[in-house]
C-alpha cells in the first residue's frame, strides 16, 4: 500500500469499504453449544484506560469507575469443532452456517485494495 500511494496509484481521497461472507469448511449441523457474556468488558477496560490517560494528559483527575458486580447477561452461541473461528451465521437472505466476514477497503481511483479485515460472520 505505501509503495502504491508512493507512485501515485492510492489517491486517499475516496474509499469504499465492504464485506462479503466466505463459507467456513465446517458443517452446519456439527456444532458444540457455548455460554459466552454478553458484556463488552476488555474493550469498557480499554476506553476506560484511554479515557484515563487523556484526563491526565490534561490536567485532570481520574474519573471514578463503578465496578458492577452483576453477572453480565449470557446467550449461546455454537462454536463449530472442526473450525472454532468461524462464526454460525443466521441473516434472513443468506445461508445458514458456518462462516467468516471479509472486509475489503478499495482506494476509488484505481480500486487498489488498501485494507482487509476477516471476522467471525456472528460478530
Do not use: C, W
Request: glycine share 8%.
Amino acid at each position: 500500500v505505501e509503495q502504491a500511494i508512493g507512485h501515485g496509484l492510492i489517491g486517499g481521497r475516496v474509499f469504499y469499504s465492504d464485506s462479503t461472507h466466505l463459507k467456513a469448511s465446517a458443517n452446519k449441523n456439527g456444532y458444540d453449544i457455548h455460554q459466552v457474556a454478553q458484556k463488552p468488558v476488555h474493550y469498557l477496560e480499554e476506553l476506560n484506560s484511554a479515557i484515563d490517560a487523556d484526563r491526565l494528559a490534561h490536567g485532570k483527575k481520574p474519573l471514578s469507575h463503578q465496578d458492577d458486580d452483576e453477572e453480565p447477561p449470557t446467550k449461546e452461541i455454537k462454536i463449530s469443532p472442526v473450525d472454532p473461528d468461524a462464526g454460525y451465521m443466521v441473516r434472513d437472505g443468506k445461508p445458514t452456517g458456518f462462516f467468516y466476514l471479509d472486509h475489503r477497503t478499495v482506494d476509488g481511483v484505481h480500486s487498489l485494495i488498501t485494507d482487509t479485515h476477516v471476522t467471525p460472520a456472528n460478530v
